[in-house]
């Protein structure tokens, strides 16, 4: 496995990279009936412009009173400066979200808006700890959280997971608590533990690894973000804490030696290109490695990282992966699929899903290839 990463040709211009803007339309379609699944997404950078206005309206919030100018405070620039202006855009969004009712109430769209795409699996993870400055306490926003992913759940026959996220900049007490409150929540599909935030300022996760051995020892599955400031280097980083999977890194496809490590200890990179784009951690989306990575056989998914703040669907980003990206249909659906075997869930959960999947696909021509 090491030997077939180091042997990739350096230049990735070499292979079948090249954009193909003149993708058939009826491709579009196609992705939106593809069933998928989204392992990155932030319930902060993904609220609905009008939800926003009216929570802005209901809670004295002060914020734009607009569309035109909701959506621009809510949507980060492209691109930002840096990672720190794109965090910057989640400053209204959790303002706005400080009571149960309000939690609730955009988790269940969330997860409405992704059925709504064809999403069938969706983990959704968002920092507790954000949430409890006007007095709400931390089991009570996690409760709210969850009971708006079940409702919505069962409402639109969508299989939901959540991911509690540690903030980088948090004290790392606090962050211990947050995993041992976060565990309790794991029978009921909180089955995830994070690291975020500003990684220029707080480069060292191990700095949080106490709280990622108790996130651990309360049964849930482990992830990071890195590499959104850092490159290869805050990859490596996060290594130290073991993760199953990174959310981001693209910074891997600069280092051969990083991406052989990480196909030998499978752990799976969950890249979002329009995101990483965005926060500056890629050069732009035509220039985003998910392609290569892939075909050097690193473990990818990919996902939107933020519906709202980087104004997109999954559907988008598909289209743009074959697009901007110059991927192969059939490269999309097997990294589609591939998402269900590192998701955070149990057998029980995506050996349906694996069925449902693999039955659509059987019925379309165009990935026979890929479905064998
Ligand atoms: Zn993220």
Not at 194 to 212: C, K, M, T, V, Y
Not at 356 to 368: C, Q, R, S, T, V
Request: hydrophobic share 45%.
């Amino acid at each position: 496995m090491r030997e077939r990463a180091l042997d990739m040709p350096r230049d990735r211009s070499i292979g079948t990279c090249a954009p193909n803007p003149a993708v058939d339309p009826a491709i579009d379609r196609l992705l939106e009936a593809m069933p998928k699944a989204e392992l990155h997404l932030h319930l902060d950078g993904s609220l609905r412009i009008g939800t926003a206005l009216e929570l802005a309206r209901s809670r004295g919030v002060d914020a734009p009173t607009t569309w035109r100018g909701m959506y621009q405070a809510l949507v980060a620039p492209m691109p930002c400066r840096d990672q720190a202006e794109l965090l910057r855009a989640f400053d209204l969004p959790i303002a706005l979200m400080q009571d149960a009712e309000a939690l609730e109430r955009i988790t269940a769209e969330l997860v409405e808006s992704k059925a709504a795409e064809g999403v069938r699996y969706v983990e959704i993870r968002w920092g507790p700890l954000l949430h409890v400055a006007r007095g709400m306490s931390l089991a009570e926003g996690i409760e709210a959280v969850m009971h708006g992913a079940e409702v919505a759940a069962a409402r639109t026959n969508t299989v939901v997971r959540l991911i509690c996220t540690a903030l980088r900049s948090h004290d790392p007490d606090g962050n211990v608590r947050l995993a041992e409150t976060a565990s309790r929540f794991r029978a009921r599909g909180l089955t995830g533990w994070d690291l975020a935030g500003d990684e220029a300022a707080f480069p060292d996760p191990s700095l949080h690894a106490r709280s990622f051995a108790a996130a651990r020892a309360g049964g849930l599955r482990i992830t990071a973000h890195a590499g959104e400031w850092g490159g290869a280097a805050q990859i490596r980083r996060a290594l130290q804490v073991d993760p199953e999977r990174i959310a981001h890194g693209p910074g891997a496809a600069d280092d051969p030696a990083l991406m052989a490590e990480l196909i030998a200890r499978g752990v799976c990179l969950d890249l979002c290109p329009t995101s990483n784009a965005q926060s500056g951690s890629v050069a732009s989306i035509s220039a985003h490695p998910v392609a290569w990575l892939h075909r050097a056989g690193v473990p990818v998914t990919l996902s939107t990282d933020d519906t709202t703040v980087s104004d997109i669907s999954l559907t988008d980003e598909y289209g743009r992966a074959l697009r901007a990206i110059g991927m192969t249909l059939a490269e999309l659906w097997a990294i589609d699929r591939f998402a269900l075997d590192v998701a955070f869930a149990d057998e029980a959960t995506l050996a349906p899903l694996r069925v449902e999947f693999d039955a659509w696909a059987a019925g379309i021509p165009e990935l026979a290839p890929a479905a064998g």
